[in-house]
Structure formats: C-alpha cells, structure tokens
Nanobody
Framework: QVQLVESGGGLVQPGGSLSLSCVAS????????MGWHRQAPGSQRMLVAG???????NYGSPVKGRFTISRNNAKNTVTLQMNNLQPEDSAVYYC??????????????WGKGTQVTVSS
C-alpha cells in the first residue's frame, strides 16, 4: 500500500503565499492521479486541485488563478503553490493519491492533513 506525508502548512496573512508538498511512499505499482482536498469546520469537503499522471490539471472554482498544482513522477511528489491567500482558504488540506495495480485497478489513499490558517 501507500503512505502519504504532507508538509508546508502554517499561518499567513491575507495576500500571502504558502507551498504544500505531499510525498507518497510504500509498496505499489504506480501512482496515478494526485491532488488536494480541503475542509473547514462546519463546511463541506471540496476539491482544491488535482493532476493526472500525464500532467492534466483541474481546479476548484474558488482557487482558479491563485493556486498551481504540479508533480514529480520520479519522486512520487505533488506540490500545491498557493498565492494571494484569503481567510476563506483557511482549512485542513488533505493530500490524495490514486494507487494503480498491475490489473489497472485504482484506489484512493489520503494523508492525515495539514492546517492552513489565513488571518490578519
């Protein structure tokens, strides 16, 4: 299986930037799609950004134009660059990765989450 380790969360002022990273390790054939969801207290969990193994990206509407997702396939790492952060971006951010088996089946795995707080 796979273990996901996240890093980069913290406290920033509105308009500031943070970069989140997630590294996948363990016993698996290949990592497919990777990305990030977020959830704030009392709110629904939402997709922030995703990226396929081939590099195609998808962003949730609230972060389009401000966040950028990228990956390094050799290191099984996904990165989320977050710019012009706003208070409504405050949430726990969870990394996900799709583990692909030799029979082409896929199963999503999740990190433990990292806190992002945007406040003046």
């Amino acid at each position: 299986q796979v273990q996901l380790v996240e890093s980069g969360g913290g406290l920033v002022q509105p308009g500031g930037s943070l970069s989140l990273s997630c590294v996948a390790s363990g016993n698996f054939f290949r990592i497919g799609a990777m990305g990030w969801h977020r959830q704030a207290p009392g709110s629904q969990r939402m997709l922030v950004a995703g990226i396929t193994g081939g590099g195609s990206t998808n962003y949730g509407s609230p972060v389009k134009g401000r966040f950028t997702i990228s990956r390094n396939n050799a290191k099984n790492t996904v990165t989320l660059q977050m710019n012009n952060l706003q208070p409504e971006d405050s949430a726990v951010y969870y990394c996900f990765a799709e583990v692909i088996s030799r029979d082409y089946s896929g199963e999503d795995h999740w990190g433990k989450g990292t806190q992002v707080t945007v406040s003046s």
